[in-house]
């Protein structure tokens, strides 16, 4: 008899699992799974990765960089009026892309930067990986315009940017 019941209550539970996927799916509501990107960030950047924030608005395509992440299309020339995510709490802080302020950890804003004003170090190498730093990734600080091989050196830049800004002055 226990087993009789065992069966009757599985084949209850199969029915009520069914009746709610028919009504779910009856019911308009999207229940594909959420894409889920396959990259292998390094450790020291998986935090700043993770809370990216969304691209900027009219951007029309993002491709994966030689690292897995995600890189931004070119921006305009280092002359020039161009878009880019800056500090609200200072503008002369900003990155090429959607991130996380250093200053406070919130979402940069976007703001047209006259990049006339802005000395471009023109690194042939990332200072934080040691890669092939890339035109269309980069921060801005205090008015130097720093390159970087993948989205998530950022990160490490901006716990001493002096530093990293005087090693490439040498």
Excluded at 41 to 65: F, M, R, V, Y
Excluded at 129 to 158: E, N, P, R, S
Aim: aromatic content about 6%; glycine content about 8%.
């Amino acid at each position: 008899m226990k087993g009789r019941n065992l069966v009757i209550v599985m084949f209850l539970c199969f029915v009520a699992g069914s009746l709610t996927m028919v009504f779910i799916r009856g019911s308009g509501r999207d229940t594909s799974p959420e894409p889920v990107e396959a990259t292998a960030a390094e450790p020291d950047h998986a935090e700043s990765e993770a809370a990216a924030d969304p691209t900027p608005t009219g951007q029309s395509e993002i491709l994966p960089d030689h690292t897995g992440h995600e890189a931004p299309p070119e921006h305009a020339a280092s002359t020039g009026s161009s878009t880019m995510w800056v500090c609200e709490q200072d503008p002369m802080i900003g990155l090429s892309w959607a991130g996380k302020c250093p200053i406070d950890g919130k979402p940069m804003v976007e703001r047209a930067v006259d990049l006339s004003e802005v000395t471009d170090l023109h690194n042939e190498t990332c200072p934080i990986m040691g890669g092939a730093a890339q035109d269309d990734i980069f921060a801005l600080y205090h008015g130097k315009k720093v390159h970087f091989c993948c989205k998530g050196c950022d990160t490490d830049f901006f716990k001493e940017p002096e530093v990293h800004i005087q090693e490439l002055t040498r």
